[in-house]
């Protein structure tokens, strides 16, 4: 599901939130640039070598001399639980829809479906009943529960991240309410690859990438988690330094992948899913307590494989435009960066911060008081 990659953008759309956020941004910039300057912590660049084992298994899904494609988004392994609630939605239309048509079909044939009676004013208007509950089912699946249903039914099945050595570009393949597809420059990539981090810190995580608007000059923040879901903090850096070395020094410097992520949503793919949650336990070498888990989970493994399967088969293949498609060949265009007219405009925050309404002061009421009872005498100091 999409559901943190649709948080992040949506606190960048809401006048709400916008001013907070800036504010946090610009303090961790500040931190970092503060680390930088004082030698702390060590910050990679596209120009630093960070690892002698660059790697991307289980991560990519193309690998050529023009460009990478790999996996992204956070919380994959978990789609299915909003499934559920299609699943009942559609199942409700399935019955109801049928019924409202042939209960309709009256006012064409003169007579109703189930009796073959002729029509009469009753039955006319009965007819009506149900497609107006339908209807109003309809817009109220619409207006309130269709954004929830959207971050992982009836929208993109994955989304992509795709690294061009030839133009030196970024493409973001995200929903529209996510961000949509962007073209970034990858010189201005701000990389978290968890370098100097303990070997168990980078357990359940992933590579996250930024282009902050201090880069960029854009008016949003674009990040993209990135990668595979990490066994350790090694993961981390070797997947960074795969990415760094292809778009610095060429495919040859990096080990060609073992295999290739495929995008067709085979059913026992979906059963990795629900294991993950087991891996790292695996790999700790409790063996024995995986099998018992696995034994005794084995209903709930196959409930959420099944809903993770559904989910993916209730959406589409994310395509990329032929432009960004094309990019790099012989004689292509390349496509252009990305800029702020490709969103609407941002909400209008002054300094960052929403103004809290000013609330009158206990002072001025007291005073305001004072001047309006016939009892106070006025003031004539000022006069003498």
């Known amino acids: 599901m999409y559901l943190l990659e649709k948080g992040f953008w949506a606190i960048q759309i809401d006048p709400k939130t916008r001013g907070q956020l800036e504010v946090d941004m610009a303090r961790a910039l500040a931190k970092e640039k ?11 660049g596209i120009h630093d070598r960070v690892s002698e ?9 193309a690998f050529n001399d023009t460009y990478i494609e790999l996996y992204a988004g956070a919380i994959q392994k978990g789609r299915g639980i909003i499934t559920v609630l299609s699943l009942t939605l559609i199942s409700l239309l399935w019955i109801l829809v049928p019924v409202s048509i042939q209960l309709l079909s009256v006012w064409v044939t003169g007579v109703e479906y189930w009796s073959r009676a002729s029509a009469t004013t009753f039955i006319y208007i009965n007819s009506l009943v149900e497609p107006i ?10 207006k309130y529960l269709w954004r929830f249903i959207r971050l992982e039914n009836f929208v993109q099945r994955r989304l992509l991240i795709r690294f061009n050595r030839v133009t030196r570009q970024v ?8 961000g949509g597809i ?23 995580t992933q590579l996250m990438l930024a282009w902050t608007n201090e880069m960029t000059g854009l008016p949003h923040f674009h ?18 330094e795969f990415i760094r070395r292809y778009m610095e020094e060429g495919p040859q410097a990096v080990p060609k992948p073992k295999k290739l992520l495929g995008k067709i949503p085979w059913p026992w793919l979906s059963l990795k899913a629900p294991w993950s949650f087991l891996r790292p336990l695996w790999r700790a070498g409790l063996t024995s307590r995986v099998m018992l888990w696995t034994a005794a989970l084995s209903p709930l493994i196959v409930l959420h494989a099944t809903l993770h399967w559904i989910s993916l088969l209730l959406g589409w293949e994310p395509r990329w435009p032929r432009i960004i498609r094309e990019a790099g060949r012989p004689g292509k265009p390349v496509p252009p960066l990305s800029t702020a007219a490709d969103w ?15 609330r ?25």
């Open 34 to 44: 503060a680390d930088r300057e004082n030698g702390g912590m060590e910050l990679s």
């Open 53 to 61: 084992c660059p790697n991307a298994d289980g991560s990519i899904y």
């Open 133 to 142: 509950i339908v209807v109003g089912i309809v817009w109220a699946i619409y």
């Open 171 to 178: 493409y973001l393949h995200r929903p529209g309410y996510a």
């Open 182 to 204: 962007t073209t970034l420059a990858w010189d201005q990539v701000s990389p978290e690859p968890a370098l100097g981090l303990p070997e168990w810190r980078g357990t359940g």
């Open 223 to 240: 990040i993209m988690l990135v990668g595979k879901i990490a066994n350790g903090t090694s993961d981390i850096v070797n997947l960074w």
């Open 344 to 358: 609407p405009p941002l909400p209008v925050v002054e300094s960052g911060l929403i103004k809290p309404r000013k």
């Open 360 to 384: 009158r002061s206990r002072r001025n009421n007291d005073t305001t008081a004072q001047s309006d009872s016939p009892e106070t005498p006025p003031d004539n100091t000022a006069k003498r």
